[in-house]
């Protein structure tokens, strides 16, 4: 009996499995590379930092914000997962899809696919290649620019 109730507890368990590191020499990894501007909330000071958004066809992405050297935000997303990681305070979270609405880093490469975003999140395309991902309630936004290929709806310079 003790044996058949802990196998039935491990089938039920919800926690997802650690999304395994991402090989960016494969190529199915589309690299972007750009510059953004991240505001927390409507009471934070902005921070400008380099953004990568790394993309798969699978729906698998990794994001990362780095004030150089140390990388501010890591989130990542498998097709069953999410994580989240702000290493500089040490903070971390993860579970199954979909992610929480308000991680906004979680929800970026799916704005710049210009796919449907969570109640209350406005993605915007601004003049000259510049786009913004806000939750206005919060004050809360991030503004950048990617290189051209991951913003099909703008002209390559």
């Known amino acids: ?75 990542r997303r498998s097709p069953r997962a999410w994580e989240i990681q702000f290493p500089s305070d040490g903070r971390e979270a993860s579970g199954r899809l979909p992610p929480p609405e308000r991680l906004i880093w979680l929800h970026l490469p799916d704005a710049l696919r210009d796919e449907a975003l969570p109640p209350g999140w406005t993605f915007e395309r601004l003049d000259d290649g510049l786009w913004r991902l806000s939750a206005v309630e919060r004050g809360e936004f991030i503004e950048g620019y990617l290189d051209p290929d991951m913003m099909p709806n703008l002209p390559t310079p």
């Open 1 to 75: 009996m003790l044996l058949l109730a802990t196998l039935l507890c491990a089938a039920g368990c919800r926690t997802p499995h650690p999304i395994p590191p991402a090989d960016f020499s494969d190529p199915a990894w589309k690299l972007h590379h750009g510059q953004a501007v991240w505001r927390p909330n409507s009471e934070a000071q902005e921070v400008a930092g380099d953004l990568l958004v790394a993309t798969r066809s699978d729906g698998q992405f990794v994001v990362q914000f780095t004030k150089i050297p140390v990388p501010l935000v890591v989130a």
